[in-house]
């Protein structure tokens, strides 16, 4: 069966830092045809549908406070033409770089990641052009000025796509629904609309360029196929066939570990008989440790006290000389006359406040006088230093500390004696464990390391199993490449046979979406329809006027019907639209957000446009996928709800960041 072409979402997946946050759009694995988010003001819906529009090549995503401080990437699971793939972005500062993986969210990779540029979009490896090839929009170009044929063009982007797949807020009923305030943004618009009905002018020019395009690169991928052809075949003829998948060597390598793990097991069973030996070894060796302990106590105290002896010794020498020249000169002896040198007949005193020795007047501190003769009276001795008792002093502490020397000394030799039978009897010990050990742990050594030496070739032949995987990768993407450019070439080759004249094609879709533009409005009972239509230019109008002209609530039901009849018959007339359209705010102006326009509201029941919704679903299939973000959905969409915000934190999940509840954290979009 050939590949249902497009892109289907199915999950969105905000990853934090010690957790994810994720929005599901299968049901029993499958896409649902139609999606609803529903829940309170400020939870986090709007924020949904902008990071699958920013998984998609948006520029920008949410920056809430409550986003910046708990995400960190954002992972897309989408269906490309039927296959499950996964886009990542790093969310903070937009990424300039999208990565690319085959396979799904919880699955293993079934490829590895590729890394493609966002911008420029009209880049080859870009990740606009990876999605506009399956829309079947590969290398269209649109031309800056649409009038002219000399007229510079641009790529077309995929982001240009999104404005017939995106319906944002702020352009629900809004006047500038067109993009009338731009012009070029206006005009590029129509350019849009008309390549994604094949209807634009200068189709078979714009086919013919494609198809240049598109063989170029096909060109280009068979030669880069032939030379990574090329390239194995000369480095390694078999590698790709003969080699052996990882899963193979993913399993040995469990096996190893099992075995070692039994191995160990067994090993300590083995030699539980040992217990008893290595429980005396551990006393010995505490024995041993503690004899030596105390053996360097008594040596460091040694040669601690050894200079403090010496000192003590010292000392009683200086006092010894010292006693010594008190008797030999008292320098506080005055004998002779300093004058004359006579000798005096009496020792100077103080006499009437005067000294007798000078007449110097005195005061009442100097009435004692300290000179005089080496045998004065006891006030001179009373300033001398006892040097008999200092001496008698330093000897007994010299004898104590020798004595406590001697005694160190003498037991530092058991000490020794003591810390060297402790080493011995360790030994002893730890030899007998080694002894009694050895014949049984010795086998289990011997296969342990067998093990270990088939681990480190089975890592190698994982390594280069997982190089082949490369490769072969490396292979089958650059054939896929060269098939897809073929079927693509193919199919334009065959658009280009059938063209019919481009202004009656565009003129006959343009009826067929005024016409469902029309079934819309009556289907919803849009009051006093009439002249229901949309104009060439594709602007719409009801009751004889452009939809500026309308109310705000019938602004909002027209934009909607626009917006829905142009993707109801793109995906009807299989036309190249992505297949996925997302809704924002569908009751605005109808009861929910902005102004009430009564006149409407009260007209117009919302369960009308879901139960259209659900009766031209139920006839496509796989064909076409809706999600929609609703305040209050009514009861017939309930077995559709995907997500339900409460912004109640005793009703989880509070937001699209559940676990984001505080006054600060509530500056989400709708």
């Known amino acids: 069966m050939e590949p249902l072409p497009g892109i289907r979402i199915r999950r969105l997946r905000l990853t934090g830092i010690d957790r994810s946050y994720d929005v599901d759009f299968t049901i029993e694995q499958q896409v649902r045809n139609l999606s609803v988010i529903a829940g309170a003001f400020s939870s986090g819906k709007t924020a949904v549908l902008e990071f699958i529009s920013y998984g998609l090549g948006a520029k920008r995503h949410p920056r809430h406070h409550e986003v910046l401080r708990k995400v960190r990437s954002c992972l897309l699971e989408v269906e490309l033409s039927g296959e499950p793939h996964v886009i990542e972005r790093s969310v903070g500062e937009p990424s300039k770089v999208a990565f690319v993986r085959r396979g799904t969210l919880d699955s293993k990779p079934v490829s590895r990641a590729e890394s493609r540029p966002v911008d420029p979009p009209g880049a080859q490896e870009s990740l606009s052009t990876l999605l506009l090839s399956h829309c079947k929009l590969e290398g269209v170009q649109l031309r800056e000025a649409p009038t002219s044929r000399e007229s510079r063009t641009d790529p077309l982007s995929f982001r240009d796509l999104m404005w017939l797949a995106f319906l944002p807020n702020e352009r629900v009923a809004d006047k500038n629904f067109l993009f009338e305030n731009d012009y070029m943004r206006k005009h590029k618009l129509r350019q849009v609309v008309d390549v994604v009905f094949g209807v634009h002018d200068d ?62 097991e067994a090993a300590h069973a083995g030699t539980d008989f040992a217990a008893r030996l290595r429980r005396e070894h551990q006393r010995a060796a505490q024995i041993s440790r503690r004899a030596a302990a105390v053996l360097r106590d008594c040596e460091t105290q040694l040669a601690r006290l050894m200079p403090l002896r010496a000192q003590y010794a010292d000392d009683l020498l200086k006092l010894g000389m010292l006693g010594e020249a008190q008797q030999l000169f008292d320098p506080l002896s005055v004998t002779a006359c300093p004058a004359c040198l006579n000798r005096l007949p009496a020792p100077p005193t103080a006499a009437d406040g005067r000294c007798s020795l000078c007449s110097h007047d005195l005061t009442d501190a100097d009435e004692v006088l300290t000179l005089g003769a080496a045998d004065a009276g006891s006030h001179a001795e009373g300033n001398r230093v006892d040097v008999a008792a200092e001496i008698r002093s330093t000897k007994a502490r010299l004898k104590e500390i020798t004595t406590y020397i001697d005694d160190l000394d003498v ?41 270990h030496r088939r681990r480190e070739q089975v890592l190698r032949l994982l390594d280069q199993a997982e190089n082949t995987v490369k490769l072969q990768e490396g292979l089958d993407r650059r054939a896929a490449t060269v098939e897809r450019h073929e079927a693509q070439i193919a199919r334009l080759k065959d658009e280009l046979g059938q063209l019919g004249d481009a202004t009656d094609d565009r003129d006959r879709i343009i009826a067929q979406v005024s016409s469902r533009y029309g079934d819309l409005l009556r289907k919803w009972r849009y ?144």
Do not use: C
């Open 203 to 264: 189709r078979a020019v714009e086919l013919g360029q494609r198809i240049r395009e598109l063989g170029g690169r096909l060109n280009h991928a068979k030669a880069e196929l032939a030379a990574a052809r090329a390239f194995l075949q000369e480095q390694a003829p078999t590698t790709l066939s003969d080699a052996l998948s990882p899963l193979v060597y993913e399993r040995e390598l469990a096996d190893i570990a099992t075995q070692l793990q039994d191995l160990d």
């Open 411 to 451: 037991s530092l030799a058991a000490l020794k004696l003591q810390a060297e039978d402790a080493a011995i009897l360790e030994e002893q010990a730890a030899a007998a464990v080694d002894e009694a050990t050895s014949p049984a742990v010795s086998p289990f050594l011997a296969a342990r390391d067998d093990l």
């Open 527 to 670: 009051p006093k329809v009439s002249q229901p239509f949309i104009k060439p230019d594709l602007t719409p109008f009801v009751r004889g006027e452009p939809y500026q002209e309308a109310s705000s609530g019938a602004r909002t039901l027209l934009t909607l019907a626009w917006q829905l009849a142009v993707f109801e018959i793109a995906v009807e007339s299989g036309a190249a639209h992505p297949g996925f359209l997302m809704i924002d705010s569908p009751q605005k102006n109808l009861g929910h957000g902005g102004t009430l326009d009564a006149v409407i509201a009260d007209a117009v029941a919302i369960d009308d446009f879901y139960h259209h919704l659900s009766v031209w679903l139920s006839d496509r299939g796989a064909k076409a996928q809706l999600i929609v973000v609703d305040n209050s959905p009514p009861l017939l969409t309930e077995g559709n709800v995907v997500a339900r915000y409460s912004r109640n934190e005793d009703q989880p999940p509070y937001g699209l960041i559940e676990d984001e509840t505080s006054a600060e954290g509530e500056e989400a979009s709708q």
